[in-house]
């Protein structure tokens, strides 16, 4: 398992178990991840495992992780792999074989945009293997001046959102009608509302709450943290193509630390820690353009499936039902076009 990454401790998150609450809420958890890594297997049976912890979670958005690329063929054809394996799950779960839930109802790929029009291509394939799933590409850009920041799968360039290549490998997103997984640092928000403004066509949703850092030279550092990611958040919300992810804050990244004790944490302890972030965003942005998000299995390092959903079921106890639905299914909807 990648350094990068918190371990999963099977056995210190069965320490915490806790009440569903409002079991009746339905949801389309937007982001999560299949692999099936040295040390780290995360597949069809792992995912319904946390799924069947008790939320009514009705189906589910794979987003890209370098997971099942063709092993041969034209490079930038590769990543088409992980459509394809994901359409297959898919099918495995519209047969009814596994319940109800559509695991992989919504796909989000992979492909290289700065390689301008060509990248069209490549849609093209993602869209034929997915087989009326595909919806979009996420090509990762954080970057950080320390390259511990870094996870050393993706390589981008500081400037690659700004650059002539990249803008016309998006510009195609918008020919398809497919939308743009961003993710990157709160730092780097200012050259994503350029994008936004400069593509409105194109819907662009941003990945966990907006790239939050608190470790290494982000440590010890959240109040300015706060104010930087606040504005950049703020100057973002005026793009109407932009919609929210909330979620991702268990990662190491952000620095919350809930990891480090001896139980795993209650949902209560996981809403206090995401309130100072979610709240604003949703005050920022409105319900319609916010979702929650697992990112399982990679906060899975940090909280339990059950305790995470009960902890955004908390932090939407003042919504109204409407409000509720956008937040836990009817954003991700519309966005990833899902009846469920």
């Given at each position: 398992?990648?350094?990068?990454?918190?371990?999963?401790?099977?056995?210190?998150?069965?320490?915490?178990?806790?009440?569903?609450?409002?079991?009746?809420?339905?949801?389309?958890?937007?982001?999560?991840?299949?692999?099936?890594?040295?040390?780290?297997?995360?597949?069809?049976?792992?995912?319904?495992a946390d799924i069947r912890t008790g939320h009514d979670v009705r189906a589910t958005v794979l987003v890209q992780a370098r997971a099942f690329h063709r092993a041969d063929g034209p490079e930038e054809l590769r990543p088409v792999g992980e459509t394809q394996f994901a359409a297959g799950i898919a099918a495995m779960c519209e047969s009814g074989t596994y319940g109800d839930v559509r695991v992989c109802a919504g796909i989000v790929g992979h492909a290289d945009l700065t390689r301008g029009e060509a990248a069209g291509a490549v849609l093209d394939a993602h869209i034929a293997a997915g087989n009326g799933r595909f919806r979009g590409i996420r090509h990762s850009a954080t970057w950080d001046p320390d390259p511990e920041m870094l996870n050393p799968a993706y390589t981008p360039a500081e400037d690659m959102l700004d650059t002539p290549g990249f803008r016309a490998g998006f510009a195609e997103l918008g020919k398809r009608g497919l939308s743009f997984e961003a993710w990157l640092y709160f730092h780097q928000i200012p050259r994503l509302v350029r994008l936004a403004e400069a593509h409105p066509e194109v819907p662009i949703v941003l990945n966990h709450c907006g790239g939050v850092l608190g470790i290494r030279g982000y440590a010890n550092r959240r109040d300015e943290v706060f104010a930087a990611w606040s504005a950049n958040m703020r100057a973002l919300s005026a793009c109407a193509n932009v919609v929210v992810k909330c979620g991702?804050?268990?990662?190491?990244?952000?620095?919350?630390?809930?990891?480090?004790?001896?139980?795993?944490?209650?949902?209560?302890?996981?809403?206090?820690?995401?309130?100072?972030?979610?709240?604003?965003?949703?005050?920022?942005?409105?319900?319609?353009?916010?979702?929650?998000?697992?990112?399982?299995?990679?906060?899975?390092?940090g909280y339990g499936y059950a305790?995470?959903?009960?902890?955004?079921?908390?932090?939407?106890?003042?919504?109204?039902?409407?409000?509720?639905d956008d937040l836990f299914r009817g954003t991700a909807a519309r966005i990833y076009r899902i009846d469920a």
């Open positions: 398992m990648s350094q990068h990454y918190l371990p999963v401790r099977e056995d210190w998150l069965a320490t915490r178990v806790e009440e569903i609450l409002d079991p009746g809420q339905r949801i389309i958890d937007p982001h999560h991840h299949l692999w099936d890594r040295p040390g780290w297997r995360y597949l069809l049976d792992e995912i319904l991702g804050l268990g990662m190491r990244l952000p620095g919350f630390g809930l990891e480090q004790g001896a139980i795993a944490p209650s949902s209560q302890m996981l809403a206090e820690a995401w309130r100072p972030w979610m709240e604003p965003i949703i005050e920022m942005f409105g319900t319609r353009r916010c979702m929650f998000e697992s990112n399982f299995p990679v906060d899975k390092g305790a995470g959903w009960n902890a955004f079921k908390r932090l939407a106890a003042g919504a109204s039902a409407s409000e509720k």
